[in-house]
C-alpha cells in the first residue's frame, strides 16, 4: 500500500472512531459522575484523536519532514503525558481488565513514536522508511484505543 493512501485512511478511520465515540458518550452522561470514568472516556477519546492527528500531519507534511517530524513529536509528548495521568488515575482504582493491567505499553509506544520522529534515520536499520515504522506504531495505538474502549464499555456494562 502506498503510504500516503495508509495515512489517509488511517485519518479518515480515526477521525470516524473520533465521532463514533462521540455519539457512545453522549447518551452515557453518568460516565461524567465521577473522575474515573470521565478520564477514562476521555482517554479513549484521545486514543483515536491523537493517532487522527498524527496520520493528517503525516498527509500534510508529504516530502516535508519538518512538518509530519513536529506533529509526531508533539502528538507523542501529549499521548505519553495524557496516558501517564490515565495509568496513575487507573492504578488507583484496583482496575483488573486485561487493557489496564498492560497500559503501560501504551506511553512506551508513544515514546518509540517520539524516537523515530526525532531520529528518522533509525527506521533505515529496518530496511523501512520512517512514515512506515510510525505508521505500524499508530496501528498498535489505535489498537490500544480500541482495547481500552471495549474494556470501559464492558466494565460500566457490568457496573449498571
Not at 485512511?9 to 470516524?16: H, K, N
Not at 500534510?60 to 519532514?65: A, C, N, P, Q
Request: proline residues 4%.
Amino acid at each position: 500500500m502506498d503510504i500516503n493512501t495508509f495515512y489517509a485512511v488511517t485519518a479518515a478511520t480515526s477521525f470516524t472512531l473520533v465521532g463514533l465515540w462521540w455519539s457512545v458518550v453522549k447518551d452515557k452522561p453518568e460516565w461524567f459522575k465521577d473522575e474515573r470514568s470521565s478520564r477514562m472516556a476521555s482517554g479513549v477519546y484521545s486514543s483515536f484523536l491523537i493517532p487522527a492527528l498524527m496520520s493528517l500531519g503525516a498527509q500534510v507534511g508529504g516530502d516535508s519532514r519538518v512538518i509530519w517530524k513536529g506533529v509526531f513529536i508533539f502528538a507523542a509528548l501529549a499521548g505519553i503525558t495524557f496516558s501517564t495521568k490515565l495509568i496513575k488515575l487507573t492504578r488507583l482504582t484496583s482496575p483488573n481488565g486485561p487493557f489496564s493491567k498492560n497500559s503501560w505499553v501504551v506511553p512506551i509506544l508513544y515514546f518509540v513514536v517520539l524516537v523515530f520522529a526525532i531520529f528518522p534515520g533509525f527506521a533505515g536499520l529496518l530496511g523501512l522508511l520512517p512514515l512506515q515504522v510510525e505508521g505500524m506504531l499508530l496501528c498498535l495505538l489505535i489498537l490500544c484505543g480500541h482495547l481500552m474502549s471495549w474494556e470501559f464499555i464492558s466494565a460500566s456494562a457490568r457496573n449498571s
